[in-house]
């Protein structure tokens, strides 16, 4: 009884012991060299992305790639260091985009290879200048519209003096774009427009850049290139086009670009007009909703700054449009700033000396502003209007003593 439970209890040992041995590994070629790839076809220059030269450390192809090399021959060139022994052969197998081929031996391909050897066994001759040819289609599955970003591995298998040795190039193929972005209100200025958008869609996504296309006339993906302008990438969430006409409209969409370069679907398209800051009053005067038009009226911060979707002038104008605006002494004191200061701002653009006397007198105002802000608008209207008086005092100052100075 005690031996067979010995013998039940090293057969189960045995059996985990082989359980838990790892597969060994198949050797890397010694001396083994990638010399370059290579395009052949008309039209098959290969973009550098896709790791042409012997040092490229990965090959890349995206979906612009996939459709434009489509029906090219990719030429591998490799080479070895030593010469092999005279019996050395290998092969040459490609997986399926996603797929693996079996490095163990010269004649086992797998389900996720290719049917086919790309070079079926051959003995090693020029070991210092060797080539074959790929299809383009094969390591990117054909279809470029997959919507999948995997892997492609071309795998070289050397057998010599009995002993099996591997080496895989690894082409990543990302056939997957970005989402399109989502634009929000864009911000119109004196003869520029800033475009503002946000991107929940890519959230998570590595190094996703983004361009802005405007025109004239309305556009789409199939005639953006024809009709749009596109302004260089860029990786915030806000861009600026500026030497607009102002009073003429412009239509404007984003689009997303991922690490690969694949680039998504544009944004709903959008349009708006640039207008003159300094024409605003004129406006405000005439509209039926007084003071309340997106972007316009805050003179003498917007004179100061230079924009008025700088970070402080918006938070005015947030105050304006939601405490201020709300209540009947909060209006007043708004009409009564519109009336006045027109010319100050004016002065203000002027001169830098003023735009920086200006923006480091609106501080405190801006500081108060966004404290104020968080309590009900009626007290922050009254709360505001008696302070108002020592930043705008300080505001008159500085532009009398830059005028001053000046004259």
Known sequence: MKACFQNLVFGSLLVLGLLL???PSIAKINGFRLNGIEGLGDGCGLDNRIGKTSDATEHVINIEDCKKYSGCSLKISWSLQNQPASDAVHVVKVSKPGGACSDTDLTTLGDSCLPTFAVSESPITAYTNMS??????????????????LSTKVVIVIKELGAIAAESILFKVDLKAPLAPELEEPIEGDSNVTVVWKD??????????????WATERFDDATKKAIAKREPAVTGRSYQVGSLENGKEYWFAVSA??????????????????????????????????????????????AAYGSYSAPDVWMLRRFR????????LGRAFVRTYYEVSPPIAKQIAGSEPAKAGVRLALKPFVL????????????????????????????????????????
């Open 257 to 302: 670009v991922d690490v690969n370069g694949n680039e998504g679907p544009l944004s709903p398209v959008t349009s708006t007009m640039p207008i003159e800051v300094l024409d605003f009053f004129e406006a405000y005067r005439t509209g039926s909703e007084v003071g309340r038009e997106e972007g316009g009226f805050c003179f003498i911060a917007t």
């Open 132 to 149: 074959f040819n790929v299809l383009f289609d094969e390591l990117t599955g054909g279809n470029c519209a997959a919507g999948t970003d």
């Open 368 to 407: 108060m502003a966004s404290l104020l802000l968080k309590v009900p608008s009626v007290l922050g209207s009254a709360v505001l209007v008696f302070m108002l008086l020592l930043p705008a005092a300080a505001t008159v100052m500085v532009v009398r003593r830059v005028i001053r100075r000046r004259s």
């Open 321 to 328: 449009d939601e405490v201020l605006m709300t209540t009947s």
């Open 21 to 23: 041995v790892p597969e």
């Open 200 to 213: 929940p869609a890519n959230e998570g996504e590595v190094d996703i850049k983004y361009h802005v296309y």
